[in-house]
Nanobody, 119 residues
Framework: QVQLVESGGGLVQPGGSLRLSCAASGSIFSTHAMGWYRQAPGNKRELVADISSGGITNYADSVKGRFTISRDNAKNTVYLQMNNLKPEDTAVYYC?????????????WGQGTQVTVSS
């Protein structure tokens, strides 16, 4: 099994910044793509950004130019630097990763961390 633990959420004013972190642990043979999703009340969960094992990144149009995803492969950790935050960024942010364990390759999810952008 793989555990994903997120940290870094909180309350921030519009225009502010937050940095989310997600550390994976467990019986991991290899780590593939990792990413961040978010879900606001009444909305579907949506992709925010993801990053391949080789460092190729992909962003939702709504966050391009404001958010940056990165990873530390040695630590099995993915980060999301969020700048110029807007009220519409308010959501629960979930970490996702695809891992190979002795049971095969599958996706795992973190428990979520709340990000609230409000004055």
């Amino acid at each position: 099994q793989v555990q994903l633990v997120e940290s870094g959420g909180g309350l921030v004013q519009p225009g502010g910044s937050l940095r989310l972190s997600c550390a994976a642990s467990g019986s991991i043979f290899s780590t593939h793509a990792m990413g961040w999703y978010r879900q606001a009340p009444g909305n579907k969960r949506e992709l925010v950004a993801d990053i391949s094992s080789g460092g190729i990144t992909n962003y939702a149009d709504s966050v391009k130019g404001r958010f940056t995803i990165s990873r530390d492969n040695a630590k099995n950790t993915v980060y999301l630097q969020m700048n110029n935050l807007k009220p519409e960024d308010t959501a629960v942010y979930y970490c996702n990763g695809r891992f190979t364990t002795f049971r095969g390759t599958r996706d795992f999810w973190g428990q979520g961390t709340q990000v609230t952008v409000s004055s």
